[in-house]
């Protein structure tokens, strides 16, 4: 329970040094995009807007989350997150909308770009910033299977490739301005970007919508189930339904099982308290958390 609560507490803490970062960036991101002429740069400025929005999501939901009453939400908060997830993705597919007709008109009619330095300081903090920042939620998303520091992950992960590639193709269109096809870089690196935001768009939702619908544990879960079943096999007299749900990074089991008519309640508790540490040993080995219910079959149980 501590190295939980000390790995929600970093969770907490990463999310708000995202946030702030971003924060902090996002002013200058603005005042580039004002000075410059560049569609992709605007287009970063876009990104970089839905990346604060994300981000401060992240924070608010991680500290209702961590703050709640376990008593009030024995499920946990897993919903809450796979929503703002939802809702992150609907966001940036506006901001997709708008990056892309900025960039159609760019190719219709190529402008040189010019103003761009203060672009190419911004991008390079971009890039170092998000980098150092997706290996820290990496690493708090693999142990506390958030999937709000999972999508944080992804965020900075996306946010440093687009804006290196902002950086890369800015100084090429700054340095070759009297290059006319190099005019067309511009608005295909702001594609490029765009393309990368899809991808977020893509993942957020298939994540999200797959959370919300309550699916199944995958095989490799149910066969961990089979097997601590199977080796339990005597200690119970009939095995009715198997119920298994996922969400918000948390797994659920239900068993159904009938008893002995003969078994005093006493018995019956012991058998259940064993069966039910035994599946979450098997989940733990593969280092996964689960939440275990046996439910009584009717017809069958213990003498009171």
Not at 59 to 85: D, I, P, Q, S
Not at 129 to 143: H, Q, Y
Request: net charge negative.
């Amino acid at each position: 329970m501590g190295g939980n609560a000390v790995s929600q507490s970093e969770s907490q803490k990463l999310s708000f040094q995202a946030m702030v970062f971003t924060a902090c960036l996002f002013p200058f991101y603005i005042l580039a995009a004002t000075l410059t002429n560049s569609a992709a740069i605007l287009t970063d400025l876009l990104a970089t807007s839905f990346d604060l929005t994300a981000l401060t999501a992240c924070w608010l939901v991680l500290r209702l989350a961590h703050g709640a009453n376990t008593g009030k939400y024995a499920y946990g908060l897993g919903k809450l997150e796979n929503l703002a997830e939802l809702m992150i993705a609907v966001l940036q597919s506006v901001l997709v909308i708008i990056a892309g007709t900025r960039a159609i008109s760019r190719i219709i009619q190529p402008e040189g770009v010019s103003g761009a330095e203060l672009g190419l300081f911004v991008t390079a903090a971009a890039v170092i910033g998000n980098v150092i920042l997706n290996r820290k939620a990496l690493r708090l998303a693999a142990e506390t299977r958030s999937p709000v520091l999972a999508a944080q992950a992804r965020v900075h992960l996306v946010s440093a490739i687009s804006s290196g590639a902002v950086f890369i193709v800015t100084v090429v269109t700054s340095i070759f301005n009297d290059v006319y096809w190099i005019f067309y870089l511009d608005p295909m690196a702001s594609f490029v970007v765009i393309g990368f935001m899809i991808y977020n768009i893509l993942a957020m939702l298939s994540n999200s919508v797959a959370s919300l619908l309550d699916q199944a544990i995958d095989e490799a879960g149910q066969l961990r189930i089979l097997r601590v079943l199977t080796s339990h096999f005597d200690d119970f007299a009939e095995l009715g339904e198997i119920r298994t749900r996922q969400f918000g990074g948390k797994m659920f089991v239900e068993l159904h099982l009938g008893f002995e008519d003969g078994w005093t309640m006493a018995h019956t508790r012991g058998v259940v308290a064993e069966l039910v540490e035994a599946v979450r040993k098997e989940f733990a080995a593969a280092g996964d958390d689960v939440e275990v219910a046996v439910v009584l079959i009717p017809g069958t149980g213990a003498a009171v």
